[in-house]
C-alpha cells in the first residue's frame, strides 16, 4: 500500500475505535432517547456503517447492498431524530456486526482501489475522506448525546496547557482580499468550494472566545431580562425557552455551577463559554457595543496569510494540529483556558480559534458563488438558506480530520447542546 492509503487506514481505523468507544455502554443507555434532539447512540452507530456501505461499497465499488432492508432506517431524511427510537434499528451487538462486516469489504476496496483515477469519488481517496469525516461528526454528535444524559462515561481528564492572562482583547484586520474556501484541500466538502476572492473592509476581531467571566456579567448585568440586546426571534427564543444561562449552568447563591457529563462543578471564568445558542451569543454580542463576526471575517481572520498571499490550512500554518497548538480530538472533555494556544495564533494573531469550541459567525448557511453539489445534495445544498447559522472552528470534541480553516458547520438559532461558543468583531472606524 502507498503512503495515502496507510494513512487513510489508519484514519478508518482511528475513527472506528472513537466510535466503539463512545458505545461501550449497557444497552439501555445506547437504545434509550435521552433528548428529543438526539437519536438514540446506537442509531448513530449503524448510520456511520449504512453510510460508508452506500459511498465506499455500492457508490464507488458497485458492490451488491448488503442489507438494503434496513437502508430506509438510517436514512436521517426519512425519519427527524426525535422519532428514530420507534424506528425498528439493529440492537448494539446487531449494529457492531453489521458495521464490521462493511468495514471488512471498504478494506478491501482500499487495497483494490486507484487513488489516481479520473472518477471523482475515488481521486484522491474523496470517498474515504467523506466517510471518515461523517463518522467523526456523528460521533461529536454522540458525545453531545452523552452530555445531555448525564452520565459520566466519557468525561476524560487529559492534561490542557495553562491560560494566560495577557495579550490584547482584540486583533486588527487591515482592509483587503482574501481567497474564501479552497480550490486545492482534497478532502473539503462541496460547501467549502469554490475557491473564490473577497474583499473585507477592515475591522476589529477578539482575539480569544468570549469568556465564562465576561458572559456570567452579562447574566449579572440583566442581559437575559433586557429585550433591547436580543434578536426578535432570540426575545422569543428567551420568552419561551425560559432561558436563563448556558444549557448546563445552574446557580447557587452566588456561585454558578456547570454539570459536565454528569459531573457538577463550579463554572471555570477562564475557560471560554460553550452551549450558548446563536441568539444568546448575538444578545452577548449587541450588550457588549459588538456583533458577531461574519463568516468571512472568522475565514479570514483565521486563515489567511497576508505576507504569503495564501490561505492556510490551520491558522499557524499547514502543520497538523498537536498538543501545544489546539485542543481538538476530546483529549480532555472541556474548552481549555482562554489563551492556551499562543503557538496557535493565526498569522493576524488570533488565538483559539481552531478546536476548544466551534463559534457562532453572523452569516446564514449559504452557498459559495459557483457551489455545485457534490457527492450528493443532501450534504449542503437542502440546508442552504436563511434557517441555519454557521458555525467555525471545530471544538475540543472535533477531530482534526474534520477541521481546518474552510471548514464549515450550521446549525438552529436555538441549538445549545452543541459544543459552541462565539467570539465578538465590530468595524474599524474609517480614516
Ligand atoms: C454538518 C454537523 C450539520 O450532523 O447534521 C452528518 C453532518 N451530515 N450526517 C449533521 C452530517 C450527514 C451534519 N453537520
Ligand atoms: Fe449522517
Same mark, same amino acid.
Given at each position: 500500500?502507498?503512503?495515502?492509503?496507510?494513512?487513510?487506514?489508519?484514519?478508518?481505523?482511528?475513527?472506528?475505535?472513537?466510535?466503539?468507544?463512545?458505545? %461501550?455502554?449497557?444497552?439501555?443507555?445506547?437504545?434509550? =432517547?435521552? &433528548?428529543?434532539?438526539?437519536?438514540?447512540?446506537?442509531?448513530?452507530?449503524? @448510520?456511520?456503517?449504512?453510510?460508508?456501505?452506500?459511498?465506499?461499497?455500492?457508490?464507488? $465499488?458497485?458492490?451488491?447492498?448488503?442489507?438494503?432492508?434496513?437502508? !430506509?432506517?438510517?436514512?436521517?431524511?426519512?425519519?427527524?431524530?426525535?422519532?428514530?427510537?420507534?424506528?425498528?434499528?439493529?440492537?448494539?451487538?446487531?449494529?457492531?456486526?453489521?458495521?464490521?462486516?462493511?468495514?471488512?469489504?471498504?478494506?478491501?476496496?482500499?487495497?483494490?482501489?486507484?487513488?489516481?483515477?479520473?472518477?471523482?469519488?475515488?481521486?484522491?481517496?474523496?470517498?474515504?475522506?467523506?466517510?471518515?469525516?461523517?463518522? @467523526?461528526?456523528?460521533?461529536?454528535?454522540?458525545?453531545?448525546?452523552?452530555?445531555?444524559?448525564?452520565?459520566?462515561?466519557?468525561?476524560?481528564?487529559? !492534561?490542557?496547557?495553562?491560560?494566560?492572562?495577557?495579550?490584547?482583547?482584540?486583533?486588527?484586520?487591515?482592509?483587503?482580499?482574501?481567497?474564501?474556501?479552497? *480550490?486545492?484541500?482534497?478532502?473539503?466538502?462541496?460547501?467549502?468550494?469554490?475557491?473564490?476572492?473577497?474583499?473585507?473592509?477592515?475591522?476589529?476581531?477578539?482575539?480569544?472566545?468570549?469568556?465564562?467571566? $465576561?458572559?456570567?456579567?452579562?447574566?449579572?448585568?440583566?442581559?437575559?431580562?433586557?429585550?433591547?440586546?436580543? @434578536?426578535?426571534?432570540?426575545?422569543?427564543?428567551?420568552?419561551?425557552?425560559?432561558?436563563? $444561562?448556558?444549557?448546563?449552568?445552574?446557580?447557587?447563591?452566588?456561585?454558578?455551577?456547570?454539570?459536565?457529563?454528569?459531573?457538577?462543578?463550579?463554572?471555570?471564568?477562564?475557560?471560554?463559554?460553550?452551549?450558548?445558542?446563536?441568539?444568546?451569543?448575538?444578545?452577548?454580542?449587541?450588550?457588549?457595543?459588538?456583533?458577531?463576526?461574519?463568516? *468571512?471575517?472568522?475565514?479570514?481572520?483565521?486563515?489567511?496569510?497576508?505576507?504569503?498571499?495564501?490561505?492556510?490550512?490551520?491558522?499557524?500554518?499547514?502543520?497538523?494540529?498537536?498538543?501545544?497548538?489546539?485542543?481538538?480530538?476530546?483529549?480532555?472533555?472541556?474548552?481549555?483556558?482562554?489563551?492556551?494556544?499562543?503557538?496557535?495564533? &493565526?498569522?493576524?494573531?488570533? %488565538?483559539?480559534?481552531?478546536?476548544?469550541?466551534?463559534?457562532?459567525?453572523?452569516?446564514?448557511?449559504?452557498?459559495?458563488?459557483?457551489?455545485?453539489?457534490?457527492?450528493?445534495? %443532501?450534504?449542503?445544498?437542502?440546508?442552504?438558506? =436563511?434557517?441555519?447559522?454557521?458555525?467555525?472552528?471545530?471544538?475540543?470534541?472535533?477531530?482534526?480530520?474534520?477541521?481546518?480553516?474552510?471548514?464549515?458547520?450550521?446549525?438552529?438559532?436555538?441549538?445549545?447542546?452543541?459544543?459552541?461558543?462565539?467570539?465578538?468583531?465590530?468595524?474599524?472606524?474609517?480614516?
Amino acid at each position: 500500500m502507498n503512503d495515502i492509503k496507510e494513512r487513510i487506514a489508519a484514519e478508518l481505523t482511528a475513527v472506528r475505535d472513537r466510535s466503539l468507544t463512545y458505545t %461501550e455502554a449497557e444497552d439501555d443507555l445506547l437504545l434509550r =432517547q435521552h &433528548s428529543p434532539l438526539m437519536s438514540p447512540l446506537v442509531w448513530d452507530l449503524a @448510520h456511520v456503517g449504512n453510510y460508508e456501505e452506500l459511498w465506499v461499497l455500492r457508490e464507488a $465499488a458497485g458492490i451488491t447492498p448488503l442489507r438494503p432492508e434496513i437502508d !430506509d432506517i438510517y436514512d436521517a431524511f426519512k425519519h427527524p431524530r426525535k422519532d428514530r427510537p420507534t424506528l425498528p434499528i439493529l440492537g448494539p451487538d446487531e449494529a457492531r456486526t453489521y458495521i464490521g462486516g462493511v468495514r471488512g469489504r471498504v478494506l478491501d476496496v482500499l487495497d483494490a482501489i486507484d487513488l489516481e483515477a479520473a472518477a471523482p469519488l475515488h481521486r484522491d481517496g474523496f470517498v474515504f475522506g467523506l466517510v471518515i469525516q461523517h463518522e @467523526h461528526q456523528h460521533d461529536e454528535t454522540m458525545l453531545a448525546t452523552w452530555q445531555l444524559s448525564r452520565s459520566p462515561g466519557l468525561v476524560r481528564d487529559g !492534561d490542557l496547557p495553562p491560560g494566560r492572562a495577557t495579550g490584547p482583547a482584540e486583533v486588527y484586520v487591515p482592509a483587503g482580499p482574501f481567497q474564501m474556501g479552497t *480550490a486545492t484541500l482534497p478532502w473539503a466538502y462541496d460547501n467549502e468550494r469554490p475557491a473564490h476572492r473577497v474583499e473585507l473592509p477592515a475591522y476589529w476581531i477578539d482575539r480569544l472566545p468570549v469568556g465564562n467571566a $465576561a458572559y456570567a456579567a452579562f447574566i449579572e448585568s440583566g442581559g437575559y431580562d433586557d429585550q433591547r440586546w436580543w @434578536h426578535p426571534a432570540g426575545w422569543r427564543w428567551r420568552q419561551e425557552s425560559g432561558a436563563v $444561562a448556558p444549557l448546563f449552568w445552574t446557580r447557587e447563591g452566588d456561585t454558578w455551577w456547570r454539570t459536565r457529563f454528569g459531573r457538577t462543578e463550579p463554572v471555570p471564568m477562564d475557560e471560554p463559554v460553550q452551549h450558548v445558542s446563536w441568539y444568546e451569543a448575538d444578545a452577548y454580542a449587541r450588550w457588549a457595543g459588538r456583533r458577531l463576526p461574519t463568516e *468571512a471575517e472568522w475565514e479570514k481572520a483565521c486563515g489567511w496569510d497576508p505576507a504569503a498571499g495564501r490561505a492556510r490550512k490551520y491558522p499557524w500554518g499547514d502543520e497538523d494540529p498537536r498538543p501545544d497548538l489546539a485542543n481538538l480530538g476530546h483529549r480532555a472533555a472541556r474548552p481549555a483556558p482562554l489563551g492556551a494556544y499562543p503557538a496557535g495564533a &493565526s498569522a493576524y494573531g488570533a %488565538e483559539q480559534m481552531v478546536g476548544d469550541v466551534w463559534e457562532w459567525t453572523g452569516s446564514w448557511f449559504q452557498p459559495y458563488p459557483g457551489f455545485r453539489s457534490f457527492p450528493y445534495k %443532501e450534504y449542503s445544498e437542502v440546508f442552504f438558506g =436563511q434557517e441555519y447559522r454557521v458555525l467555525r472552528g471545530g471544538s475540543w470534541a472535533a477531530d482534526p480530520a474534520a477541521v481546518r480553516t474552510t471548514f464549515r458547520n450550521w446549525d438552529y438559532p436555538i441549538r445549545r447542546q452543541i459544543f459552541t461558543g462565539f467570539r465578538c468583531a465590530r468595524d474599524a472606524e474609517r480614516a
